[in-house]
């Protein structure tokens, strides 16, 4: 299939963009920033603000008049403050596509014509969901991700499809690899998103909450398609929210567990819980022989479903 890049914007599908930022005004100006420089017309960005103090809203309001500025009063948690995003998207535009992306990103400027161009080719197999290529933010083209997270259902884990190497065209080919977006950048069509309905805020404050609902959106025949020539940079910290301490393990090992049972198949819960105690200790023991206790605290806590 050979894609061509949109160049009549009156004919161009409209995207809904949603960016959550919470403390982060420098890193979210450098994002706004980068998509002044986008060359695919049919946009419309709306920065949710999830509680900060920072008065990131009243700068972006003078720099970016076409930015839709969204506040939450406190931080409700990723969940919850893409869904402020969503729920004014589906009030006030008529867009066919809506991308998440991390505030910790910039984007090349074509970046967007790529991905809507990739959609629209494969629209006729039911493709409805698409990811870019993200690198390393200052990285000489070292990868983030080349499509998403793999998931493995046995021992719990996720990796970034192709973290930390090189690109070389390695993954250039293989544009459904069973990795799944997440919203460093992802794209969704309306239908998939509809299917969805919503992020679940049971995952609030954080983790598992966009594979979820990537998941979800899918349906039962949905493919995600990865779009090499779509490329942007990730940072790669988390918005709002600080280290790997107690308060951040026992939140992730909860979702973890919440994420797992939902979308394992019966045999492969059976199995993750049979290793689990052992996930459990080896990750123990490396939070141990970095001293930190909290981070181990907070890991038994999740693990066993306490607050």
Known sequence: MTVQTPTDR???????IIILTCNQKEVTLRCLESFARCTYGGKKIALVDNGSSDNVLDEVAARFPEVECLRNEHNL???????TGIDFARLHWDFEYILFIDNDTTVTPPFLDELVSALQGYREQGVEI???KVY?????RVIDSAGGAMINYLTASTQSRGAGEIDQGQYDRDLFSGSVPTTVCVILHRKALDRADRFDVSFDPYGYEDLDMILRARGENGRF???PRSIIYHKGSRT???GYTGDYTS???KNMKRFFKRHSAPWQWVCFNMLLP???LRTLARELKKGNIGAVKGLIKGYLGKK
């Open 225 to 227: 398609l990865f779009v």
């Open 240 to 242: 709002g929210f600080g």
């Open 136 to 140: 390393v933010m200052g990285g000489d």
């Open 77 to 83: 948690g990723a969940a919850a403050g893409r869904n």
């Open 251 to 253: 939140v992730k090992a």
């Open 278 to 280: 052992f996930l459990g």
């Open 10 to 16: 009156k004919q161009q599908p409209l995207v809904a």
């Open 130 to 132: 698409a990811s870019p």
